[in-house]
């Protein structure tokens, strides 16, 4: 089956770009997702991209893909408060998304 | 819309009581999934329904645990007997094409 590996924590100031990283190792993933976390509530979805896709911008949020190295990127510019959750990153495989273990994003006044 | 819709929020029980979790997916979307989120296992997939008809449960833990969809707007997830290692966040969520969204989870505390 897939394996998703993310950093557990990632800490950024104010107004700093902070960047999480995802790898995975089934190379059939189709489309790859990133979903936030706020504590008590669903998965909310963030953006996602397709397999045969390099790079995908949304507002804030640009979505790195390397497939070669089955390596995903998520960037968020301009890192607010608000952006302090839970960050996943899901490839989706035969309709199935596989989750990583999160990575624990803290933004820093 | 108001998005994927799941009862109730909070669940406490007993030991050995029957647990019936409820979704409402949102509407048109064809693909339903039952997802369980602890601490120790992460997000782990239990089933998933196309079109209503469960396509896989290999993710289901044991007998214990049964879904079914009788028709496009309603989904439930049993547990009968609960177990205190049951106790999880249970969500559930619907997609159609390339997007899934997510309830806000049940939280089941059995003690």
């Known amino acids: 089956g897939e394996d998703v590996e993310q950093s557990l924590f990632l800490s950024v100031r104010e107004g700093d770009s902070s960047v999480i990283n995802c790898t995975y190792t089934d190379s059939s993933s189709t489309y790859l997702y990133w979903y936030k976390q706020e504590p008590g509530a669903g998965l909310q979805l963030l953006t996602y991209?397709?397999?045969?896709?390099d790079m995908k911008q949304d507002q804030r949020l640009t979505v790195l893909l390397n497939k070669k190295d089955k390596h995903l990127s998520l960037r968020i510019a301009d890192t607010q408060t608000g952006d302090s959750a839970i960050y996943f990153c899901a490839p989706c495989s035969a309709r199935q998304l596989t989750f990583g273990s999160g990575t624990q994003l803290t933004v820093l006044p | 819309d108001a998005g994927v819709i799941q009862s109730p929020r909070h669940e406490v029980t007993e030991m050995g009581q029957e647990v019936t979790l409820r979704c409402k997916p949102i509407?048109?979307?064809?693909?339903l999934f039952w997802y369980r989120q602890t601490m120790m296992r992460g997000l782990e997939l239990l089933i998933y329904f196309n079109n209503n008809v469960p396509i896989d449960d290999s993710g289901m833990p044991e007998d214990r645990f049964s879904a079914k969809m009788p028709n496009a707007s309603f989904s439930t997830l049993k547990i009968q007997p609960s177990e205190p290692r049951d106790s999880a966040v249970y969500f559930c969520?619907?997609?159609?094409?390339?997007?899934?969204?997510f309830g806000p989870g049940t939280r089941l505390t059995v003690t």
């Open positions: 991209i397709f397999s045969n896709m």
């Open positions: 969520a619907s997609r159609l094409n390339y997007e899934q969204y």
């Open positions: 509407s048109g979307h064809n693909s």
